[in-house]
């Protein structure tokens, strides 16, 4: 009786990550639209003779049914629902990246990311047919900081002045953007106020906004992880093109 009282039937999400439980099962990390991130168990995942084998894989849209209300629920089913073209180069690691994002930043059962987990599905989306990555990456990173409470004021100033383009500002960590003159390079991202207003408009455009902006959000969710921690997936993009002989960071991922 407990497991029907505590069980959610065909609710829309994605695996982000998996790993090996106990001689046959999986630990899933699964994004859901209306219950946030969730960990479950996937009994006998790991069975040759699993109907789950083929279906617990990233970036594919599934309906997923589990019981439980402790922190590890327990998957029921796992349906795949039609999903994108196979992500691609770039596509595939930025894709990886995003999960990556999630999971490092989204706290557990945070049931009103319904808006993230739309923009996830779509970026994946978009991904997959190989739309231009960057805009793709730096709108999601915005609105992950403001589902996370740390979003950016990128139109005025701390003290209330609108942002020109033609002028050079800071953004500092937590305060917001300042003067050109009040940079401190131990806190501070130096940055054009075109790039602060392409990035709030959500149109990077040209090479010097995009370089600008990586680096702005990169420095932000940076300053958010734990000391001396780093992404791994931009550790995979480097080691991928130093591979194949390209530059230390992709056109496509970092300057498109």
């Known amino acids: 009786m407990a497991r029907q009282e505590n069980r959610i039937d065909l609710e829309a999400g994605f695996v982000l990550h998996s790993y ?3 001689e046959t099962s999986l630990i899933l990390d699964v994004f859901t639209r209306n219950h946030g991130r969730l960990s479950m168990v996937a009994r006998g995942a790991r069975r040759p003779t699993s109907v789950l084998r083929g279906v617990v894989q990233p970036f594919q849209p599934l309906l997923i049914s589990w019981y439980g209300k402790h922190e590890l629920r327990t998957l029921h089913k796992l349906e795949w629902v039609g999903g ?3 992500h691609a180069e770039d596509g595939l690691v930025c894709a990886y990246y995003l999960n990556e994002l999630l999971i490092r930043f989204l706290p557990k059962e945070d049931a009103s990311s319904q808006a993230l987990y739309d923009l996830y599905a779509d970026t994946l989306r978009q991904l997959a047919h190989r739309a231009p990555v960057l805009p793709l990456l730096r709108q999601f990173e915005l609105n992950l900081l403001t589902e996370l409470g740390y ?8 003290h209330g002045a609108m942002v020109e383009a033609h002028h050079r500002y800071v953004y500092r960590h937590m305060v917001g953007v300042l003067e050109e003159d009040q940079y401190d390079a131990e806190t501070d991202v130096l940055i054009s106020g075109h790039t602060l207003q392409a990035l709030a408009a959500g149109k990077l455009d040209d090479r010097t906004a995009k370089r600008e902006a990586r680096l702005l959000l990169r420095e932000v969710l940076q ?3 734990p000391e001396n921690a780093s992404l791994a997936s931009r550790e995979l993009m480097r080691r991928i093109h130093e591979i194949q002989q390209r530059p230390l960071e992709s ?3 970092v300057d498109d």
């Open 20 to 22: 090996p439980y106990r």
């Open 84 to 86: 994108h073209p196979a």
């Open 151 to 158: 979003g950016l004021s990128l139109s005025t100033t701390i």
């Open 223 to 225: 300053q958010l992880l």
């Open 251 to 253: 056109p496509s991922f």
